[in-house]
């Protein structure tokens, strides 16, 4: 079975500038979290789908990060414009079902540097 | 308010050692969820034990240990004969169960096994 697949891997840019992350679950798995790891500190939530609507996007800073999650599959954050404490892993993750009987299936993130 | 706090911020050890990770909780709810994550220097998260709020029997997965203490709050994760594979960071986590399953994290134990 595939797991969570993340794209880039890396990314840098300059502030103001403009970045999207994305992310493919694994198949079937309805809910699909965006989570943020800045350096040295653990994962926190940004927001949260349950197949395309949002549970909780109450950490998301909505004035610069939107995300979307088409069809209840892929799902795209965006930052726009970056700011230099941007700089941190963006994690997906997702599970079969919503709560937390069933654990979450992290990928491999998006190290984000920005400059 | 949820927390979870890792206060062993970095460990070393030798090889065949053994090994306790400490993690400490907060939560006002009744019900809830408890994590342990690896996390090797690729960067994805892999998911190692979870537990919920009613089941306090410690539990043994080869190598690995975990005892949860309702009355201290802890649930700590214990590696006997310690491997140089072991080297990763580690996080514990929380997940209260009417929040479906958002996690929080602690800030994480680097565990340096060295040869």
């Known amino acids: 079975e595939a797991g969570v697949a993340q794209s880039p891997r890396y990314k840098i840019i300059e502030k103001r500038q403009s970045v999207a992350f994305w992310c493919n679950p694994i198949s079937g798995h309805a809910t699909l979290y965006w989570y943020q790891q800045i350096l040295g500190q653990g994962p926190k939530l940004l927001i949260q789908?349950?197949?395309?609507?949002?549970?909780?996007d109450s950490q998301l800073p909505k004035d610069r990060f939107s995300a979307e999650r088409l069809k209840g599959v892929d799902s795209t954050l965006k930052i726009q414009p970056a700011k230099l404490e941007d700089s941190a892993v963006y994690l997906c993750a997702s599970s079969p079902g919503q709560g937390a009987t069933t654990e979450a299936f992290f990928g491999q993130g998006t190290r984000l540097t920005v400059v | 308010a949820q927390k979870v706090t890792q206060a062993q911020t970095e460990i070393s050890v030798v090889e065949k050692e053994d090994v306790t990770l400490d993690c400490v909780y907060e939560t006002r709810d009744t019900t809830y969820y408890l994590f342990w994550y690896k996390q090797p220097p690729s960067g994805e998260l892999v998911f190692l034990i979870r537990r919920n709020s009613f089941d306090e029997q410690n539990e043994i997965s080869g190598r690995y240990s975990w005892n949860f203490q309702k009355s201290t709050s802890s649930f700590n994760f214990t590696i006997t004969a310690s491997q140089v594979v072991d080297s990763a960071v580690y996080f514990c986590?929380?997940?209260?169960?009417?929040?479906?399953?958002?996690?929080?994290f602690g800030q994480g134990t680097e565990l340096s096994v060295k040869p």
């Open positions: 789908f349950q197949n395309n609507g949002v549970v909780d």
């Open positions: 986590a929380l997940s209260a169960y009417n929040q479906g399953g958002k996690l929080i």
